[in-house]
């Protein structure tokens, strides 16, 4: 039952990739708005030293505040792992109601300078690991009457108008990220459509701009372990419109393509 002010409370709430950034700043919003909420990221133990948190440090974040969270070590690229992260979850909460896949990785490079690895991260991270978790994320939310999925993604999803193109409008960061985004607003689409009897709403949600998160600097840097990690961005617009969705009947707002300053401005959030 909801409670004034919790809008989420009663809920439980998974957000891959949550230690930092966008994933973070949702995770502390869902928990704001009364849901239990799983941190579930790799980041079990201080990989950097410019960014020294873990996943029992967001669930000390969220208890602080006097919130619920449980920290799941999750690694998106291993079935096992993803399986795990949902079965754990719902053994200690006792059900799921929330899943958002917010997890994702970036590597520079163009086709023909992108390490094959690098190209089997990405693909694996960014769509092969949703799939998992919604895959064995379904019956739970079945279960429950309903719930929500929420896939974050990017304006890098948007496709280009036909060339031929400026020489400036070439991208020459990371030629697969918008495509593996794009991917998952198609899955998006289609999952929609299918669970739509089930009531569980899909809706990919994005910022409307690049947010300069933790992860976003470290890629600035990736060359200088000793640069500072400068200018980190909270992505508020982001965390209220999570909680937006999150707060409508399960299958009655779903399908959408959305984009996070869009969404706070139409709902005056």
């Not at 502390?28 to 909420?37: E, H, I, K, P």
């Not at 006097?66 to 719902?90: F, H, K, P, W």
């Not at 896949?101 to 690098?118: C, D, F, P």
């Not at 640069?227 to 961005?233: M, N």
Request: contains cysteine.
């Amino acid at each position: 039952m909801a409670e004034d002010g919790k809008p989420l409370a009663g809920k439980v709430a998974i957000v891959a990739g949550a230690t930092r950034g966008i994933g973070h700043d949702i995770a502390l919003y869902l928990a704001r708005a009364g849901a239990s909420t799983v941190i579930a990221a790799r980041s079990d133990e201080v990989t950097d030293p410019r960014w020294p948190v873990t996943i029992h440090d967001v669930v000390r974040e969220i208890e602080d505040e006097g919130g619920t969270g449980l920290a799941i070590r999750l690694d998106m690229r291993d079935r096992e792992s993803c399986q795990a992260c949902i079965e754990d979850t719902v053994a200690h909460f006792g059900r799921l109601d929330i899943l958002v896949n917010n997890a994702a990785v970036q590597a520079r490079g163009m086709i023909e300078t992108m390490a094959e690895r690098h190209i089997d991260l990405m693909l694996e991270v960014n769509v092969r690991g949703p799939i998992l978790l919604i895959r064995h994320a379904i019956p739970h939310l079945r279960a429950v009457g309903g719930g929500h999925v929420i896939n974050i993604s990017s304006r890098g999803a948007v496709n280009s108008p036909p060339g031929p193109y400026p020489v400036e409008d070439r991208r020459p960061t990371s030629y697969l990220y918008g495509p593996t985004k794009a991917a998952l607003d198609r899955l998006n689409q289609q999952l929609a459509l299918e669970h739509q009897k089930d009531n569980i709403s899909f809706n990919c949600l994005s910022p409307d701009h690049q947010v300069t998160t933790p992860g976003v600097a470290l890629l600035r840097n990736i060359d200088d372990p000793d640069e500072p990690l400068l200018d980190i961005e909270i992505a508020h617009d982001l965390g209220k419109s999570a909680v937006w969705i999150c707060s409508q009947p399960p299958g009655s707002y779903t399908g959408n393509i959305l984009y996070d300053t869009e969404v706070v401005a139409e709902h005056g959030l």
